[in-house]
C-alpha cells in the first residue's frame, strides 16, 4: 500500500518545492503540478507532489496521521 501525505509548500525553485510536514522540511519535485503556489498544500508521494488539497482536508489528514502513531486525538 501507498501512502501520499499532505505538506505545505514554502518555497519555490524552478520545477522544485520546499515543503514542510510537522517541522521537517523536504524537497519535492512540482512537474506534475507546475500551477502550485508557495502557501499550497500538495500530497507528497515518493518525492512528488501529486494533488493540491485544501488546508482544511491537509490538517485532518495530518491530525489523523499523528493520531495513527500513537499522539493523543485531536479536534477535527
Excluded: W
Excluded at 514542510?20 to 512540482?30: A, F
Excluded at 506534475?32 to 502557501?39: A, D, H, K, N
Excluded at 482544511?56 to 491530525?63: D, G, H, L, P
Amino acid at each position: 500500500m501507498c501512502l501520499a501525505v499532505p505538506a505545505k509548500v514554502i518555497a519555490i525553485r524552478d520545477n522544485l518545492g520546499t515543503v514542510e510536514l510537522s517541522g521537517v522540511h523536504r524537497e519535492v519535485s512540482l512537474m506534475l503540478l507546475p500551477e502550485t503556489v508557495v502557501g499550497d498544500y500538495v500530497l507528497v508521494h515518493a518525492g512528488f507532489a501529486m494533488q493540491i488539497v485544501d488546508e482544511k482536508e491537509a490538517e485532518e489528514t495530518n491530525a489523523l496521521l499523528r493520531e495513527m502513531n500513537g499522539e493523543g486525538r485531536t479536534v477535527l
